[in-house]
């Protein structure tokens, strides 16, 4: 595989495990990755103090933000050669905007590319997971743009719908590929030149087998989910299924994104404050039944999760509500369109002997064994290498 240099407009590098993420992990070990912070989708707001402090921070240390901390020497190696955060407007739709940071994000990542000597024939790709990147699009002597939609923007929750739609209107003209995570998502662009790249696996790491480690509940029945704890979940769900078994513990991992969430009030439903991503697997590895109790709306419609793939190379019971893309494994997964069908799901996939435990991971494993995300990285490369060819020859004639 040739060497490329990458130039990637993704979220905020550390912030949380985004598939951006993990797929540039992977391409690290190959070629030239160059990352380039979020310079957001909304207009800032007087109640962003505390996010406006940590993007203060990272223009003091953006290299440091990484969100497997604790790392072997091998995985510290497995991020981008520079991490820039930013100095631009974040101001998406507005023209003026548009100008101002097509001329300070080119200024600032031609010098940061200026710190590496490399062979000036390398092809380059510029990748945008983020629509507000597109202003740079023909600035910085990009072979190929890619453009990588994890996320429905016109249904997700804290953008500004109209003109981050605008945005992406404009960044699907230029791109030269576009990826789109989920079936739904992939149907919304020009078919010509969108392809499927579903979320990948770290197969390996996610089948691993752990002790518990020193936080897990004192509890011998435990239904786990990680994640962000946000408006996607259906606490309504949850604490149904909670005054419903007292007897089990509800563990939830990770970041509450939401002002007040009641369900914490419940004796048997447990937190723990987000961890690094690596560190997940010692709890999965010891519950029971792994949980995803999203609500039914239109940002779940289109999401393709990683905790999906993550789940079934686990290998345990998988209990969630209905929507597309977990349908794909239905066969192995406890899929519920109501409270009442939760409660029964949850009942079945206790009782299950210790054959069938075995059984059912066997065919959870099987399922996700062809989705790692090196897989996925060969996919997308090979897919970046014809696009290039084909530039090259219409070049030549």
């Known amino acids: 595989m040739n060497n490329w240099q990458w130039i990637v407009f993704g979220e905020d590098w550390g912030r949380h495990p985004s598939s951006t993420q993990h797929l ?21 707001k007087l109640t962003d103090g505390k996010r406006i402090i940590e993007k203060l921070k990272q223009l003091k240390d953006a290299c440091a933000n990484d969100f497997n901390q604790n790392q072997t020497l091998s995985n510290v190696e497995m991020k981008p050669l520079e991490i820039l ?17 097509r001329l ?18 390398l092809s380059r790709i510029l ?28 249904a997700l929750h804290g953008v500004d719908h109209n003109k981050v739609n605008f945005e992406e209107v404009e960044l699907v003209k230029c791109a030269d590929i576009i990826f789109a995570a989920s079936d739904n998502i992939a149907r ?14 770290d197969l390996k790491h996610f089948s691993s087998v752990y002790k518990r480690p020193n936080h897990y509940p004192d509890s011998d029945l435990v239904v786990g989910y990680y994640g962000s704890i946000t408006r996607w979940l259906n606490f309504e769900l949850i604490t149904f299924l909670a005054r419903a078994r007292p007897d089990i513990t509800f563990l939830f991992i990770g970041k509450i994104e939401i002002d007040d969430c009641p369900m914490f009030e419940y004796e048997n439903i447990v937190h723990l404050v987000d961890m690094p991503h690596e560190e997940l697997i010692k709890y999965a590895a010891n519950w029971q039944v792994s949980l995803i109790p999203f609500v039914d709306n239109e940002q779940i419609r289109a999401c393709n999760p990683l905790k999906l793939r993550e789940y079934l190379a686990i290998g345990h019971p998988i209990l969630s509500t209905k929507y597309p893309a977990v349908m794909e494994f239905s066969e192995c997964i406890y899929i519920a369109e109501n409270q009442q069908q939760m409660l029964e799901q949850l009942n079945t996939a206790l009782i299950l002997s210790q054959a069938e435990l075995k059984q059912l991971k066997d065919v959870s494993r099987k399922m996700v064994e062809s989705s790692t995300w090196e897989a996925r990285c060969d996919y997308v490369s090979t897919l970046l290498m014809q696009k290039l060819t084909d530039k090259d020859n219409i070049a030549c004639n």
Request: with cysteine; net charge positive; hydrophobic share 40%.
């Open 24 to 44: 540039m992990k992977s391409i690290t070990r190959k070629h030239q990755v160059y990352w380039v912070n979020s310079i957001g989708l909304r207009r800032p």
């Open 85 to 101: 955060a930013p100095i631009a407007l974040p101001w998406p739709g507005s023209y003026i905007a548009y100008v101002i940071n």
């Open 104 to 121: 300070l994000l080119t200024y600032q990542i031609r010098a940061l590319l200026g710190r590496h000597v490399t062979d000036k024939n």
């Open 127 to 154: 990748w945008l997971s983020l629509p507000t990147g597109r202003c740079v699009i023909d600035a910085l002597e990009e072979d190929v743009v890619v453009y990588y939609v994890g996320d429905d923007f016109s």
């Open 188 to 201: 919304q662009f020009p078919q010509h030149k969108t392809y499927l790249l579903p979320h990948g696996v």
